[in-house]
C-alpha cells in the first residue's frame, strides 16, 4: 500500500517565519507526480504545487516545492497571516491516488 | 477556464444510495479527466476514483463495487454514485479536474452527504 506521511502534525509560527512542511512516500514516487495543497476552513482545497516543484498559476513565489524519489518539502519562505491553513501533498497520475494526512500551520 | 460546479447536499439513510453530479463549463467536457476526492469532517482528503476522456474509469479499492462513476457529454456533467451508504460516508464529495502531470486544479466547491437514520 502506498502511503504519503507528512511532518509535523501541526507547525506552530509566526508571520514573517519560515516554514518547512515534509511529506515522505513509502515508495519511489514516479516522474516526481507530487502535488501540494492548502485548505482553509470551509473552502476547497486549492493547488499550490505539482510535479513536485512547478507553481500552479496565480501562486506567490513565496511558495516553493522541492524533492524527488521519496522526500519531498514545502517551504513558505515569509509567512503570510493568510497562509495559515492545513497543508496536503498528493501523489497523482497512475489511477490510485494517495494524499497525506496533513499539517496543520497554526499561528503561534 | 474550466469550472466545476456540483448538486446540492444530501441526507440519507444507510443502505441507501447517492448520486452527486458535477457539470462543467469553460472547456470542452469530452476530454476532461475527472477524478473524485471526498472529506469526512475535521479529516483529510480520501481519493475515490477518476473517469478519463475516453469515458474509462478507475477506483480505490476501498470503494470498489460499490461506486460508479459516470458522465453525460450532452450535459456536459460527470456523475458519483455510492451505493449502500454507512454513516462513514458521511463527507463533503469533491470533483476535481486532473491534468496529466499537473494534479487536480480546479475543484468543485463540494458537495455534504450526510447518512442518517
Not at chain 1, 513565496?62 to 495559515?84: A, C, Y
Request: glycine content about 10%.
Amino acid at each position: 500500500e502506498f502511503v504519503l506521511t507528512q511532518s509535523p502534525g501541526t507547525l506552530s509560527l509566526s508571520p514573517g517565519e519560515r516554514a518547512t512542511l515534509s511529506c515522505r512516500a513509502s515508495q519511489f514516487v514516479t516522474n516526481n507526480s507530487l502535488a501540494w495543497y492548502q485548505q482553509k476552513p470551509g473552502q476547497t482545497p486549492r493547488l499550490l504545487i505539482y510535479g513536485a516543484s512547478t507553481r500552479a498559476t496565480g501562486i506567490p513565489d513565496r511558495f516553493s516545492g522541492s524533492g524527488s524519489g521519496t522526500d519531498f518539502t514545502l517551504t513558505i519562505s515569509r509567512l503570510e497571516p493568510e497562509d495559515f491553513a492545513v497543508y496536503f501533498c498528493h501523489n497523482y497520475g497512475y489511477g490510485q491516488d494517495t494524499f497525506g494526512q496533513g499539517t496543520k500551520l497554526e499561528i503561534k | 477556464q474550466v469550472q466545476l460546479v456540483q448538486s446540492g447536499a444530501e441526507v440519507k439513510k444507510p443502505g441507501a444510495s447517492v448520486k452527486v453530479s458535477c457539470k462543467a463549463s469553460g472547456h470542452t467536457f469530452s476530454s476532461l479527466d475527472i477524478n473524485w476526492v471526498r472529506q469526512a469532517a475535521g479529516q483529510g482528503l480520501e481519493w475515490v476514483g477518476w473517469m478519463n476522456p475516453r469515458g474509462q474509469t478507475g477506483y480505490a479499492p476501498k470503494f470498489q463495487g460499490r461506486v460508479s462513476m459516470t458522465r453525460d457529454i450532452s450535459m456536459n456533467t460527470a456523475y458519483m454514485e455510492l451505493r449502500s451508504l454507512t454513516s462513514e460516508d458521511t463527507a463533503i464529495y469533491y470533483c476535481a479536474r486532473y491534468m496529466i502531470g499537473a494534479a487536480f486544479d480546479p475543484w468543485g466547491q463540494g458537495t455534504q452527504v450526510t447518512v442518517s437514520s
